[in-house]
């Protein structure tokens, strides 16, 4: 237990600093990114100072994205390896979809987490390689700088969806749980419904405070 009472700590400090500094710099360059490819979002470059420092804004907030989901990716792979168990939990929609007493016991995170993981990794790297090619595309082949413009915005599409759910489903979709990338700290009862295996091996670790 934490120093408040009824209350388990979820996440130390340099997982909520680095889940922030990936979750800001990605938003960054979404805006950034948007700024830069449509007129209609002229307004964004117009209050950073214009489509120069737009764009160079937008690169260095793709190098901090970058380091960040290199480093996010070995502190959270092993807690997003997927188990049997996960496609039970698939199976029944999470429990988000319908009513259901059947939902494996998750342990730290769920298969839908997990696969927003995997999907941020996979599509995040396709980012960056393809901003990369984006910084200088006279130096690549024609078809190879096309295709490069094409996997950029088709990965931000498919990760902005994503983002969407994630935000919903870490706010107002679960009462709670935003605390955990805030303070650090949820109720009992959050765990004992989000991540009961966690939970109840933490509890048989005598050093569990």
Not at 75 to 90: A, N, T, V
Request: with cysteine; charged share 15%.
């Amino acid at each position: 237990m934490s120093a408040q009472e009824g209350m388990v700590r979820v996440t130390d400090p340099v997982e909520r600093i680095a889940h922030w500094i990936l979750a800001v710099s990605c938003l960054f360059c979404v805006l950034t990114g948007l700024g830069l490819m449509f007129h209609s979002w002229s307004v964004i470059p117009e209050l950073l100072g214009g489509y120069y420092a737009t764009k160079w804004m937008h690169i260095f907030s793709g190098v901090i994205f970058t380091f960040s989901l290199v480093y996010g990716y070995f502190m959270w792979k092993k807690d997003c390896e997927f188990e049997e168990d996960d496609l039970g939990w698939i199976l029944q929609g999470g429990g988000y979809l319908w009513q259901t007493t059947k939902l494996p016991p998750v342990f730290k995170y769920n298969a839908g987490q997990k696969a927003f993981f995997w999907f941020l990794v996979v599509f995040g790297a396709i980012l960056v390689i393809s901003g990369l090619i984006m910084w200088n595309p006279l130096i690549f082949p024609v078809m190879v700088a096309r295709f490069a413009y094409m996997l950029h915005a088709m990965s931000v599409v498919v990760l902005a969806s994503f983002i969407v759910v994630h935000i919903y489903l870490g706010t107002i979709g679960n009462p709670g749980t935003v605390s955990a990338m805030i303070t650090g700290l949820v109720s009992k009862a959050w765990c004992e419904t989000h991540c009961p295996r966690w939970y109840a091996e933490r509890n048989k670790k005598p050093e569990s405070v």
